[in-house]
């Protein structure tokens, strides 16, 4: 739903940890040259997704950011520690 907005060239999706076995969804974006702003991202999801698949709290990072396994897959580990230190920083 995210990654089909133009200005959005990929997405990924983390949970972290929040307490007991609550888990904040973390939408982590790699913009394009034409960003979209956080409040039209959360709008869309808004539209499409169900309470509980919205992430609450996005981060944008570069394509550099995301650590790709031998697969060339990226690595939800990788992910998950890098939006909980952007997280940390705000």
């Given amino acids: 739903v995210l990654g089909a907005h133009p200005g959005v060239e990929a997405v990924y999706v983390v949970g ?3 307490g007991g ?13 034409q960003p979209p702003s956080e409040g039209e991202l959360r709008a869309r999801a808004q539209e499409s997704l169900s309470h509980y698949k919205r992430p609450s709290r996005y981060v944008f990072i570069e394509r550099r950011d995301v650590v790709l ?3 060339s897959k990226p690595q939800r580990g990788a992910l998950a520690e890098l939006a909980a230190h952007r997280l940390r920083e705000t």
């Fill in 16 to 18: 972290l940890p929040e």
């Fill in 21 to 33: 076995q609550e888990q904040t969804v973390v939408a982590l974006v790699v913009a394009g040259p």
């Fill in 69 to 71: 396994g031998p697969t």
